[in-house]
């Protein structure tokens, strides 16, 4: 089956949601990828989703806000914290566009063990930070044999983003190997609030500990958002839609 057209609000609405939570001060790095060297780390069923022939890796950085079950509200401590992840992007046999993440660094502790447990999502407990100067965003990692530094400025509004920076941006949920199977967690949130970005440095080696090549160059896309509010849908498998009855 084809790819889902990309667009900017999700044709797969969130009917009861499963998790609430809020990603604030995103920056959003990419680098370009070959899509036979991004295939073996995707989930049976799912495929590198491509954009002019070529798929991409990002670094995304930014503050989770209120991670919560259900409609909420979200848990105040536990369910705030920094976090940086490594992930590419999927299709599956429905077609349903999504990421794939290799690694999401947090530093609270108590939800990367329950993430592991229940979705075999890949989180590791970091020392992390994120620090705000005017218009300059700091985000750092740090964690055993990897880590993660880099900053951002934000500039102006993008009033319409190009094609590649809402195929970057606008993924309606996630691709996980949990429970013996490969799963899809939808996603619901507002229109992406894209700002454009200056990369000011950036030292990480969290893409390559997850056994892609290092970044040798410049991403090809550095965009800021100030945020969304989000809530996912429960999981279904890679091939079959959340049918009536089913959460999602």
Known sequence: MNPEDVTPLTTRPVGRPWLVQQWRDLA???WPLDPAVVAPFLPAGTRPDVFDGVTYVGLIGFRMVGLGPLRGPGLPYLGTFCETNVRLYSVDA???RAVVFL???AERLIPVLTAQATLRLPYRWARMSLRRHDDVYEYTSRRRAARSSFAVRRGDPIAE???LEHFLTA?????????????HLPNDHPTWPLHRAELLHCDESLIAATGLPAPTGPPASVLYSPGVPVVFGGPSTAGRAAGAGSPG
Do not use: E
């Open 171 to 183: 993924r309606w949920g996630l691709h996980t190997r949990a429970w013996g199977r490969t799963v």
């Open 94 to 96: 429905l077609g349903r």
């Open 161 to 163: 983003p190009t094609p």
């Open 28 to 30: 959003f790095l990419h």
């Open 103 to 105: 690694s999401l660094d």
